[in-house]
């Protein structure tokens, strides 16, 4: 059996609109192109956050204006983003192993995964979304729906919603067929489409699932070997962008638990990867991580550069 090496892509890699997503997109099939001529059997996450807000907002305008066209719900925007995001990647990654000749379909999965309703995010909204607001829209908005708004550094008030933790990949047989079957599966898209497990079935939440967490919970349940977690730096670093700043060319567990102690990392970009890459290790017996850019991902994958993580 080939080795698994799931990826999770950053922004970087995608773009903030579906023009520059198209222009960006052919460097990243090219990335993943690399990474598959390596030997392995690719599975790609990704995130939505430019996307997911881009459509929020469309409908919440277009709601405003004309009062015509209904509110989209927060997960039904997500699977929306999957679908998009998808079709951009299944499209140039395909084209690409067209030009090299890599026999190999492409698919992308819209995919559910399951949170905890009694997990403390929910009771602690803090991821914001969608368009800036007064204080007496909000309000109103408030009462009318249900929503929680937070005010936002002077510029509004502007809907949260809660950012739990992945439980489980509603969809991972299929993806396990899939790949079984010769594809490369694109998943777990925005760290997938929040659902809550009721007596039969599912049903959506609108809450975001931090797509490096749900990727590195995909890659402990597809006993994958490598979690590769692609940014828009080469390494890890401590005392990022001030003067005495230091790459990491590796971390082991407790090095790793004990910078993201001491506030090494930032809460919105680089601690919430390097927590899942802790995470995948504690939870895989001989598994590695890697923290890297889309230029160097085939450079990292054979030990050049990067940040590796290990036990």
């Known amino acids: 059996m080939k080795k698994r ?16 997503q198209l222009e960006l997109v052919s460097k990243t099939a090219s990335t993943i192109a690399d990474l598959v001529e390596e030997g392995y059997d690719v ?10 807000g881009m459509v929020n907002l469309a409908f919440e305008n277009s709601n405003r204006k004309t009062g015509s066209t209904p509110e989209m719900p927060f997960p039904e925007c997500g699977a929306m983003t999957q679908g998009y995001i998808g079709y951009h990647l299944q499209q140039s990654i395909g084209r690409e192993f067209e030009r090299r000749g890599i026999e190999k ?41 249900g929503y929680t ?3 936002d550094a002077g510029r509004g008030y502007r809907r949260v919603v809660p950012s739990p933790k992945p439980v489980s990949i509603v969809e ?28 039969y079935g599912y049903e959506g939440v609108a809450a975001v699932i931090d797509k490096d967490r749900a990727s590195a919970k995909l890659a ?37 638990k004990r910078y993201c102690k001491e ?45 590796i993580l290990h036990k």
């Not at 991972?172 to 007596?199: D, H």
């Open 220 to 256: 402990e349940d597809l006993k994958a070997d490598t979690l590769m977690i692609l940014t828009a730096v080469e390494k890890v670093s401590l005392n990022f962008n001030k003067p005495d700043q230091k790459d990491l060319d590796e971390m082991d567990l407790e090095e790793a």
């Open 43 to 52: 599975i790609v996450g990704h995130g939505n956050g430019p996307q997911v």
């Open 5 to 20: 090496l799931v990826i999770a892509l950053g922004g970087n890699a995608l773009g903030n609109t579906p023009k520059q």
């Open 172 to 199: 991972l047989k299929t993806v396990e067929q899939l790949i079984e079957a010769g594809s490369l599966v694109i998943t777990v898209g925005g760290g997938g489409i929040p659902v809550i497990r009721k007596e």
């Open 105 to 145: 379909p492409v698919v992308t999965l819209i995919t559910q995964v399951e949170v905890d309703p009694k997990d403390p995010a929910f009771e602690n909204p803090t991821k914001p979304i969608g368009s800036f607001y007064s204080r007496e829209e909000a309000e109103k908005i408030e009462k009318e729906n």
């Open 149 to 151: 708004f937070v005010e």
């Open 263 to 307: 506030g090494h990392f930032a809460k919105g970009s680089m601690l919430p990867k390097v927590e899942s890459c802790i995470e995948f290790l504690e939870a895989t017996e001989n598994g590695k991580a890697l923290i890297t850019s889309l230029e160097k991902a085939r450079e990292a994958l054979q030990g050049k550069t990067g940040t």
